[in-house]
């Protein structure tokens, strides 16, 4: 889950044929080369950032269950991304941070809270081959932790704290393609993930019992933890001249 700019949340994140500006880099790894309507330089910045509390979402039926606000009251989303454009070349760089306490869950004595908290780290390099064709790759970092809520509060702290009850870290490869042919008022993506799989890194505080199951409490831990692969692909039409 991320939360990305309105195009992105119209369109319920079919965004891989979209690829333009620095908010898609989650979507298509070929978006850091895809100049925008507003790019009049060889060179070019930009940067962005967000941070989302649960205030923000307090009135809106986020999950879209018809139900108001979110299910864990305790969360916060954090993104940050730059890029470089330097002519046909593109470079790009993305955080994306989730984190929930998912509240008293456990019944231990040494952890009372577990907050989980995912971080997606991309690098991505791309290149416009064509004025009708770009494509680009990188590297997709993924950190998983669950962690005694009472370390995890946002703070730098929190961050260079590795204390926790279960860890998961990995890298994987994706690439992506946008087609934009210049006689016509359409766009073709495509995105592929591999999946990543990290090794489990258990925390002091949790154990194993006579069934051979990691627990805390009675929560029980996985004894590995993948995300899978994905493939994306979509057209995108313009209604209207140009």
């Known amino acids: ?69 979110f299910k864990y009251e305790n969360f916060f989303f954090v993104t940050m991304a730059g890029q470089v454009q330097e002519g046909p070349f593109g470079f790009g760089a993305t955080v994306d941070v989730q984190q929930y306490d998912l509240g008293a869950t456990t019944g231990a004595e040494t952890v009372s809270s577990v907050a989980f908290r995912l971080i997606q780290a991309r690098l991505l390099a791309a290149v416009a081959v064509t004025d009708e064709l ?51 008022p359409l766009r073709l993506g495509i995105s592929m993930r591999a999946p990543v799989t990290g090794r489990i890194i258990p925390g002091a505080t949790s154990a194993i019992d006579s069934a051979g199951d990691r627990t805390l409490g009675v929560l029980h831990l996985p004894n590995r933890v993948d995300m899978p692969w994905q493939v994306e692909w979509g057209m995108a039409f313009q209604l209207g001249p140009r």
């Not at 494509?135 to 962690?147: A, K, Q």
């Open 1 to 69: 889950m991320c939360i990305r700019d309105s195009r992105v949340t119209g369109l319920a994140g079919a965004a891989a044929a979209l690829a333009e500006g620095i908010d898609m880099h989650a979507f298509n790894p070929a978006a850091p080369a895809i100049r925008t309507m507003g790019s009049h330089s060889v060179t070019e910045f930009d940067i962005s950032a967000g941070l989302t509390f649960p205030g923000a979402l307090k009135g809106l039926d986020f999950d879209n269950n018809g139900t108001r606000g």
């Open 134 to 184: 770009t494509i680009g790759g990188g590297v997709r970092g993924v950190l998983f932790s669950l962690r005694d809520a009472a370390l995890s509060n946002l703070g730098l702290s929190s961050f260079t704290d590795l204390r926790g009850v279960l860890g998961m870290a990995g890298v994987g490869p994706e690439a992506g393609a946008v087609y934009a042919p210049l006689k016509l």
